[in-house]
């Protein structure tokens, strides 16, 4: 028989994933379907999976007849799987990006209670969860999310094996990085790569490179990996080429402009609008970090491979001018850990004047976001329509309360009011977000496509003229023609 401390061991890790699984899926499924497919990415990504379940070719992923060789197939079997099991709905085309989402805040908690404590496990969870940039990724159908939590748990399994001697997460890690690579390619190997040779050689444990396992660990990668790139490479002989050197490698290191060109400096509003209210602590997380590791780099060495995440990835995807908001996303679930570790780590001591600066920052954030928000409906915005004015007054008064509850806690000697707080606040927001988002889509194509199925018949041709809509064939749920100049330069310059 098993001691009673182990039997309430399991039974702490039972009940905590069982709970937090339960209130992430409330929290994800809320309103998943209630707003129409956004465009270009979820009906382009749809239709590839619709096309295969009408077609059965579940190797070259096309786009309305055109094969579509610019990313892996993985998520498109995803999306092919539920739209086989539930028909084209909108909930069940989002489903395995939420799905994903939750998978990412569990696999968060297991690792952060292995490397830290159960408390910290928890909070990072919760934290991660609760992140707007996360949260949107995890109700938006594209591979972005999805290839963020392979890598994220690819990382985070690595480190705890690693951490913990557990031979079984190591394997596991290889796993996920080649669902990873199977999802969007090289980062899904390049990250992990980097990371973790870069903690192996500033940490000088060259010695893990006989412990992690690399032979079995690589024969079970090229086994997922390899099956889909030798059938596509067969059926579509330019695929390699043009898969690795046009779209992995020339892309990122083109200094053309080539889709969605922004700064350098990008990424830095777009973590801190997307970590809020967390991002608050970051840099407070950061430094109580720094600081270990100077103390004592040895037993810090989870936090310098935390730090070594976010800093490669953040540097990696800073570097092209071709900057998507959600390519940030990897970092989430290791700025968590920082941030929940921290908080776990002050639990006692609130009045720290690190919490202090975090809690009036938060404050003053609040306080402009709720008068930005008040702003909008007197400005004529291209995303923001009149129908969406309500939710923005309610968005505002959440952070109006929320900036008033944070002052009334800030003589509190404990954590945990001002954690429950900022959770309440960002779940609070994010749902009222998601109830009203039918309000932000304002390109899309579905009630015209609803009025032209009550007249169109079977033999009907559809013609799209000189712009191809990406949701009009996943709605239509038939292919159509587009009538266009197909020799414009443009076309290679854009993902249309």
Known sequence: MLPVSHVKKYSNWTTDLISLGFICLIFYLLWLGSYPLFTPDEGRYSEVAREMVATGD????????????????????????????????????????ALAG??????????????????????????LAASPLYFCGAHYANLDLEVAVWISASLLLFITGVQTSHRHLLLAAYVCAAFAFLTKGLIGLAFP????????????????????HLIKGMVIFLAIVLPWY??????????????????????????????????????????FVGFFPWCGFIIQAFNH?????????????????????????????????????????????????????YFSTMWDRAQNASIFRGMIFVVIMSLLISAALLILPHYEWEFVTAAFNPYLKKLAIIFILSAVFTLLLIKQRKIFPLFLTLTTTTVLFLLTLASGAVYLNNNTAKPLVAELKTFIQPEDEVVSYHQFHQDVPMYLERRITIAADWDSPEIAQHDN
């Open 102 to 127: 939750i998978f990412g805040c569990l696999i968060t908690y297991v690792c952060g209670r292995y490397l830290f404590n159960r408390r910290t496990g928890f909070m990072s969870a919760i934290i």
């Open 289 to 341: 970090a720094l600081r270990g590791l100077k103390q004592s780099a040895q037993d810090y060495q989870t936090e310098l491979f935390l730090i070594l995440w976010i800093s490669i990835v953040f540097l990696f995807f800073s570097i092209p001018h071709s900057k998507m908001i959600t390519y940030i996303l990897p970092i989430f679930p290791a700025m968590a850990l920082l941030v929940g570790n």
């Open 193 to 212: 790569i980097l990371i973790i040779g870069s903690w192996i050689a500033l940490t000088k444990r060259w010695y893990l490179l006989t412990k992690i």
């Open 58 to 97: 579940y190797i070259t992923p096309r786009v309305n007849g055109v094969a579509f060789l610019d990313k892996p197939v993985l998520y498109y079997w995803l999306q092919a799987l539920a739209i086989g099991l539930f028909g084209i709905k909108e909930w069940a085309i989002r489903l395995f990006p």
């Open 230 to 271: 030798i059938l596509v490479q067969k059926a579509n002989p330019e695929f390699l080429h043009y898969f690795f050197v046009t779209q992995q490698v020339t892309r990122f290191l083109s200094a053309e402009k080539f889709n969605n060109a922004m700064p350098v400096w990008f990424y830095l509003p777009i973590v």
